[in-house]
């Protein structure tokens, strides 16, 4: 398939497909000027695009298909390395919720904070100042 059908069908920019092959991560066979997209393209952009949403940045998704595409090693070498990297990227999301409820904690107090300053403030003595006008 030709690289405009390769994006549609994978809901993605024909730039986006173009990058992926700069950097190697897509490789279509060439004939011509044309590029043709088969079943191992599928594949490819399937695994990149499931990475991404993961939360692989494109570096690491181009580390782990260089291994996966180049490496000689065994399928017990090979599922090491995937745990390491897959166990390092849980670690950081782990992060980034933890520092993400720290902030939605801290929202809170805040909102919370200016609600009693709010009820503080509307409790004071005086004229309200929606209603000069009547006056």
């Known amino acids: 398939m030709k690289i405009s059908k390769f994006a549609e069908v994978n809901n993605v920019s024909v730039d986006t497909i173009r990058h992926y092959m700069d950097l190697g991560l897509v490789i279509p066979e060439k004939k011509g000027s044309h590029y043709f997209f088969d079943e191992y393209c599928q594949k490819d952009i399937e695994l990149i695009l499931e990475y991404k949403w993961i939360g692989f940045s494109l570096n690491e998704i181009k580390e782990l298909f260089l291994y996966k595409n180049l490496g000689k090693s065994l399928d ?14 849980y670690e950081k999301i782990e992060q980034e919720i933890k520092t993400l409820k720290e902030r939605k904690d801290k929202l809170k ?3 919370n904070n200016l609600s009693i300053e709010t009820e503080i403030s509307s409790s004071i003595l005086g004229v309200d100042l929606k209603v000069l006008h009547l006056f």
Request: hydrophobic share 35%; net charge positive.
């Open 76 to 89: 017990y070498e090979k599922d090491i390395f995937y745990q390491s990297l897959f166990k390092v990227k």
């Open 109 to 111: 107090k805040t909102l």
